[in-house]
């Protein structure tokens, strides 16, 4: 069983950056793919980024493409997603997700996780 627990949300203006971390338990953090999620009140869950066992590949949706950034320390167990250049549609609760395996070609896909934390908040004010 692996648990995920992500910090860092809050309240920023437009323009303004956050980093969201995760932190992760069990003994074998570095090989699970990492991903990142967000939902809104009525809308589907959607992937924002993920990242491969060792960090050597990252996979971003287009519309944070070039805003955020994922990266990942295995000898920490942490996930990080540092968002920067913040707009109002970023506002939804995040989600830090863990694979019990390599992350295939439906890295974006929510089926492809195991283990899910509890969100954290993130809302951006115009």
């Known amino acids: 069983q692996v648990q995920l627990v992500e910090s860092g949300g809050g309240l920023v203006q437009a323009g303004g950056s956050l980093r969201l971390s995760c932190a992760a338990s069990?003994?074998?953090?570095?090989?699970?793919?990492m991903g990142w999620f967000r939902q809104t009140p009525g809308k589907e869950r959607e992937f924002v980024a993920a990242?491969?066992?060792?960090?050597?590949?990252?996979y971003y949706v287009d519309v944070v493409k070039g805003r955020f950034t994922i990266s990942r320390d295995n000898a920490k167990n942490m996930v990080y997603l540092q968002m920067n250049s913040l707009k109002p549609e970023d506002t939804a609760v995040y989600y830090c997700?863990?694979?019990?395996?390599?992350?295939?070609?439906?890295?974006?896909?929510?089926?492809?996780?195991?283990?899910w934390g509890q969100g954290t908040q993130v809302t951006v004010s115009s």
């Open positions: 990242i491969s066992v060792n960090g050597g590949s990252t």
């Open positions: 069990g003994r074998t953090f570095s090989s699970y793919g």
């Open positions: 997700a863990a694979a019990s395996d390599y992350l295939g070609s439906s890295y974006y896909q929510g089926y492809e996780y195991d283990w």
